[in-house]
């Protein structure tokens, strides 16, 4: 039931090629449902900004959809979508959409109300706004979104699996667990591990290159607090 980790590692590398195979499954499975929450829940968190009517219509019920466990919902999936990729992938989606929303509203009002007076003043219409004030001053909130959602799409494409897989790392997992071959089911568990850790590590880099100034303020700071 516990089995020692040279035993681990002696399947995980007899295996590898099972668990890259799985791996890949489950790696699509994320970046679709992730790249679809990211830009949707953008473009949603903008709208809510720019249209306070659409705020008040839209914004309860997103915090209301976060009340139905996904779980839930996975199986209406199936049924309606069937056992394709299509099911795992929403699922993915609905995990990872709220946080992106949630920071990127919280980015967009971040800007000093002064300099979007200064700015509307100087004959700017929002468009102009958005673009060169407000989404400028989002961008750390919306990569702080994203690396939360990065290693929720892992969690959601595992769901979706669990669910309506016949491949991937979490059809892999139940499989194993069912045939009673730990070691195996450990060795997916550290393809995930190591997946989920290699997807935060790109979306920071990805950060640490388009909102340097963000990185060297929260340097400052820390050195100031040292």
Do not use: C
């Not at 590692?9 to 295996?15: D, G, L, N, R």
């Not at 979508?81 to 990872?96: E, Q, R």
């Not at 071959?181 to 989920?196: K, N, S």
């Amino acid at each position: 039931l516990l089995p020692a980790p040279s035993r681990i590692a002696q399947v995980f590398f007899k295996k590898f090629g099972i668990l890259v195979d799985h791996s890949i499954v489950t790696l699509q499975e994320v970046l679709i449902g992730y790249a679809a929450s990211v830009v949707l829940g953008v473009l949603l968190a903008v709208m809510i900004v720019q249209w306070r009517p659409f705020e008040r219509s839209v914004y309860p019920l997103l915090v209301t959809s976060q009340t139905v466990p996904k779980m839930a919902l996975a199986p209406l999936f199936v049924v309606w979508f069937g056992f394709g990729l299509v099911p795992k992938v929403l699922v993915v989606f609905l995990i990872a959409f709220f946080p992106i929303v949630i920071d990127s509203v919280v980015g967009l009002r971040t800007v000093q109300p002064e300099m979007l007076s200064l700015a509307a003043s100087m004959g700017a219409n929002k468009i102009q706004i958005l673009r060169q004030f407000r989404l400028p001053s989002a961008l750390p909130s919306i990569f702080a979104g994203m690396k939360v959602a990065i290693t929720l799409s892992v969690v959601g494409a595992v769901v979706g699996e669990f669910i309506a897989g016949d491949r991937g790392l979490g059809y892999l997992i139940q499989l194993s667990a069912y045939n009673f071959q730990v070691p195996l089911l450990f060795g997916a568990i550290l393809m995930l591990v190591a997946m989920g850790m290699v997807l935060f590590l790109i979306i920071q880099v990805a950060e640490l290159v388009f909102v340097p100034w963000n990185t060297e303020k929260v340097g400052r700071q820390r050195a100031i607090g040292a």
